[in-house]
């Protein structure tokens, strides 16, 4: 039962542009997370937050910026795309910060031309 | 993929058999998820395991935290359980973040 929704579900934009990817959890979880699976498959973080308060932040090219209004929300903004951006932009949520279950969204599939 | 190293990379199951895929840390691994992504993308959580075992239905998981590995057996394997499989572990050194394994693609045939 999907209870992490994601908004788009695939974009395809050019590079220099600006795009915006929503997550919301109905699960009443305190934390969010935003991962980006590159071509390979492989599963990175990119931010986390803890009650709308910014926890994990990894090195990520600061064209990329996380917004929360609440801590059932989290967006992820792109402000100027790059083709290496293309990838899948996976969302997650868990109850706590640490130690716990996390449950993802369906992903949005981003391709940059 | 280097802190979390799993294998196979790939293997392909007759329907109604069984198989271990398995994940070694090189990280002191405090806990360990594994998630099923199906072929449409969506990352379905497993098994949230401290060193231990856990089993459901024809799925079961251990994790060794000493030995730094974790395993997870499929049992009488379904067409459903093709996909990917992807093992996750966090440790105190990694901020406690998920390290994701670079996952095993499975395939069963009928």
């Known amino acids: 039962e999907t209870a992490v929704f994601q908004t788009p579900n695939y974009h395809v934009t050019q590079v220099g542009n600006e795009v915006s990817f929503n997550c919301k959890q109905t699960?009443?979880?305190?934390?969010m997370y935003w991962y980006k699976q590159d071509s390979k498959k492989l599963l990175k973080i990119m931010f986390s937050?803890?009650?709308?308060?910014?926890?994990v932040n990894e090195t990520v090219p600061r064209r990329f910026s996380p917004q929360s209004s609440d801590k059932a929300h989290l967006n992820l903004r792109i402000k100027s795309v790059e083709p290496e951006d293309s990838a899948v932009y996976l969302c997650?949520?868990?109850?706590?910060?640490?130690?716990?279950?996390?449950?993802f969204g369906p992903g949005t599939r981003l391709l940059v031309l | 993929g280097d802190k979390v190293k799993q294998s196979p990379s790939a293997l392909s199951l007759q329907e109604g058999t069984n198989s271990a895929l398995r994940c070694n840390f090189s990280?002191?691994?405090?806990?360990v998820q594994w998630f099923l992504q199906n072929p449409r993308g969506s990352l379905m959580n497993l098994f949230y395991?401290?060193?231990g075992t856990k089993e459901n239905g024809r799925l079961k998981s251990a994790f060794d935290s000493k030995e730094s590995y974790s395993t997870l057996h499929i049992r009488d394997a379904q067409l459903e359980d093709s996909g990917t499989y992807f093992c996750?572990?966090?440790?105190?050194?990694?901020?406690?973040?998920?390290?994701f394994g670079i996952g095993t693609r499975v395939l069963v045939r009928p």
């Open positions: 997650a949520s868990s109850l706590g910060q640490d130690q716990d279950t996390q449950y």
């Open positions: 699960l009443g979880h305190d934390t």
């Open positions: 937050y803890n009650n709308k308060q910014l926890i």
């Open positions: 990280i002191a691994a405090t806990t």
């Open positions: 395991l401290v060193p």
């Open positions: 996750a572990a966090e440790a105190n050194s990694a901020g406690n973040k998920l390290t």
